[in-house]
Antibody, heavy 120, light 108 residues
């Protein structure tokens, strides 16, 4: 069974930092492209960042570029999101997601999400 | 960026109703269109991929159609467990994917 389990969320002050982790199991993690997607309270879904299966290709949404860093450790079956210079508008549930490259790149699995709250 | 719109933004329906949700892309995305269902407090769940392919385990009352810029999600006979918010998402410009704003389906 595919499982994605996020951790690391919490309350942080504006300007602070947080590192999210996602533990993957039930599939060959090193073969899959991964994304972080977020959802502000009561709002829709927003793509945040992408990393290729090897980690060699990375993309960010303009809203987080220069502040967030995505990475992965295929030996540990783990995905990460380092978030710096956090702003109130970064408050959201952050989902770790898997991309299915064989069927037109839908997100076929989502973690349960971890809540990040940026507030003083 | 490719912009996605959905209509309606919300609808009220009864169990057994046929429900149709529309999604439009700001440019042609071929068939790179996916649909998700999200219930309160839960992660989204993939229903339809590549515009019309049913994800494994999803009931056959869900169907998708369309190509280019206009797409439709249809629920043939609404069930109590289908009350949720539905999002479309384009994967044409992957990895820079974008989502529609969502359509909330609630009980009439």
């Amino acid at each position: 069974e595919v499982q994605l389990v996020e951790s690391g969320g919490g309350l942080v002050q504006p300007g602070g930092s947080l590192r999210l982790s996602c533990a993957a199991s039930g599939f060959t993690f090193s073969s899959y492209e991964m994304n972080w997607v977020r959802q502000a309270p009561g709002k829709g879904l927003e793509w945040v960042s992408y990393i290729s299966s090897s980690g060699s290709t990375i993309y960010y949404a303009d809203s987080v570029k220069g502040r967030f860093t995505i990475s992965r450790d295929n030996a540990k079956n783990s995905l990460y999101l380092q978030m710096n210079s956090l702003r109130a508008e970064d408050t959201a549930v952050y989902y770790c997601t898997r991309v299915d490259i064989l069927t037109g790149y839908p997100i076929d699995y989502w973690g349960q999400g971890t809540l990040v709250t940026v507030s003083s | 960026d490719i912009q996605m719109t959905q209509s309606p933004s919300s609808l009220s329906a009864s169990v057994g109703d046929r429900v149709t949700i529309t999604c439009r892309a700001s440019q042609s995305i071929s068939s790179y269109l996916n649909w998700y269902q999200q219930k309160p407090g839960k992660a989204p769940k993939l229903l339809i991929y590549a515009a019309s392919s049913l994800q494994s385990g999803v009931p056959s009352r869900f169907s998708g159609s369309g190509s280019g810029t206009d797409f439709t999600l249809t629920i043939s006979s609404l069930q109590p467990e289908d009350f949720a918010t539905y999002y479309c998402q384009q994967s044409y410009s992957t990895p820079r994917i974008t989502f529609g704003p969502g359509t909330k389906v609630d009980i009439k």
